[in-house]
Nanobody
């Protein structure tokens, strides 16, 4: 199994970045893919999640209206388009995958239970300057 994040970098407040999460080694369409972030001294925080079977999406309140998650099943890749970035978005962004458990549990676990995830990438740094 491989999960590789890319697209992070340094951007000014108000700018945009597009993160990619390229996966291999598991049945992509049977999994949900989530983006989490972790800033220094803080716990890992769920940002957004997508279920690859029906493209049901979840967003943290802090990113709703600014971030958009999407999935390309042909490429086994999930994207996170981040617009109107703020300094508080600065963090290492991690991509993870967990076997889709059904809609109710998916909505319960997708952003709040990172320990339920089966696979993780190494992360990509996003830094937003003010």
């Amino acid at each position: 199994v491989q999960i590789v994040e890319s697209g992070g970098g340094l951007v000014q407040a108000g700018g945009s970045l597009r993160l990619s999460c390229a996966t291999s080694g598991f049945a992509f369409e049977d999994y949900a893919i989530g983006w989490f972030r972790q800033a220094p001294g803080k716990e890992r925080e769920g940002v957004s999640c997508i279920n690859n079977s029906d493209e049901d999406t979840l967003y943290a309140d802090s990113v709703k209206g600014r971030f958009t998650i999407s999935s390309d099943n042909a490429k086994n890749t999930v994207y996170l388009q981040m617009n109107s970035l703020k300094p508080e978005d600065t963090a290492v962004y991690y991509c993870g995958a967990f076997y889709y458990p059904g809609p109710t549990t998916y909505r319960e676990y997708g952003l709040r239970h990172p320990h339920e995830y089966d696979y993780w990438g190494q992360g990509t740094q996003v830094t937003v300057s003010s």
